[in-house]
């Protein structure tokens, strides 16, 4: 009888020990679920990706694990990571859940699927009145990528409008002003953001900076930068914002010990390399009377090889060869700038014009490609030219772009900034 009462009471306190634990297993799960949530729906995206990363780290069978991973990379803009999450996320799951069909819309709407995903995601924020801000979002950033700048700020208009004061809705609709060079509107934007006194995340903060710098206030524009460049983790674009804001400001001094700490970690890539040797060759030329016009005019040389499109750096360079008397260098370099600015004058005008009213247009993403090939930035005319493809497979002039870009490699050559 005792021990009929023993193992009675063993297995009471088996179940019980295992009723227990499924409540922490299931509280810690709700709480992370919390945690991130709210983290996620205030804009706190770079604490959200360190707590989804731990989580994936806690519990890698976990597909919800994978699932928040997922959505921290894609509001962050890295969509292949979160492709890659979602996978995992998909591989684990025993049948396909709502929130993941969802989450893999919501990341093709990102990355520019718009027509494949605009009618799912209406229907799902709909009945999901709480999620509509992520549909929003999403459909905003698909915008963008493909140049629909006026459809973007409509998504994001609907998000401010309801949630208004949200410091992260003010925030990317101030990035997507920015995008599209309404600067000053663009700041009232992120300045409301920032002031509603909840942490900012880093972009939020140096896009208002680079606002304030473009309308021309280097002073304010420096002192919205001053935490990052005195706190942990600064990164190169920074401190590439605060060599301009002290150039601005004459302070000829303080840009040089900031280009010093870029330049102790030299960008790798072609881009960075280019950006940097553009930075040195301006901080150079502000030295005035003392300024070593051979050395800015050897920087100047190699960032326009590097970066063919970049027409700041061949403005630059003429003026450097004016300097060192090569007269005919600098008339062959002006006939090419005025060849850049044409250029660029025409993609704007599509960019944030045509193609809002003409977005599926072939014709009009196949001249941004002839046109980004003729100034030297192969690589991007390239994707162009596979974008006019993706919307009509017989466009003629996009294939033998493709055809011959592909054969001389475009995709290993340099390729200068986006066009500003």
Known sequence: ?????????????????????????????????????????????????????????????????????????RLAGRLEQAAEALDRALGLERE????????????????????G??????????????????????????????FRGQQALHHLDRWVEAAPGNPYALAERGKAKAWLMAYQ?????????????????????????????ETSQPGRAMECLRPL????????????LGVLCSLELGDQEGAERLLGRLLENPASNPEGMARDGLLQARVEMARGERADWARVESLLR??????????????????????AGREGEAG??????????????????????????????????AEVGALLESVGNRAEALGWYR???????????AARGVDRLGRAGASAIPGGPAPK
């Not at 994936?56 to 069978?61: L, S």
């Not at 460049?229 to 920074?238: R, S």
């Not at 002006?334 to 247009?361: F, N, S, T, V, W």
């Open 1 to 73: 009888m005792k021990a009929r009462v023993v193992g009675l009471l063993a297995g009471v306190c088996l179940v019980a020990g295992l009723g227990a634990a499924l409540l922490i297993f299931t509280g810690w799960r709700y709480s992370d679920d919390a945690a991130l949530r709210g983290l996620v729906e205030s804009g706190r995206l770079t604490e959200a990706g360190e707590r989804a990363k731990d989580l994936v780290g806690a519990r890698p069978d976990a597909p919800s694990a994978w699932r928040w991973s997922a959505t921290c990379h």
């Open 96 to 115: 396909i859940s709502d929130d993941l069909v969802a989450e893999r819309a919501l990341l093709r709407a990102t990355g520019g699927d718009l027509e």
């Open 117 to 146: 995903t605009k009618g799912f995601l209406r229907a799902w924020a709909a009945s999901h009145p709480g999620e509509a801000w992520q549909a929003e979002l999403a459909l905003a950033k698909g915008c963008l990528m493909r």
């Open 185 to 213: 509107e663009a700041a009232r934007d992120l300045e409301a953001s920032l002031s509603a006194g909840v942490p900012a995340e880093r972009d939020t903060r140096s896009t208002l900076a680079r606002c304030l710098l």
């Open 229 to 240: 460049l005195e706190g942990e983790g600064t990164e190169p674009g920074e401190i590439r």
């Open 302 to 323: 190699r960032v326009t090889v590097q970066a063919p499109g970049d027409h700041e750096a061949v403005f630059l360079w003429i003026r450097a060869l004016h300097k």
């Open 332 to 365: 062959r370099a002006e006939e090419r700038l005025a060849k850049l600015e044409a250029a660029y004058a025409r993609i704007q005008r599509i960019q944030r014009g045509e193609m809002d009213k003409a977005p599926l247009d072939p014709a009009l993403h």
């Open 387 to 397: 974008s006019a493809l993706a919307i009509d497979p017989g466009h003629a002039e």
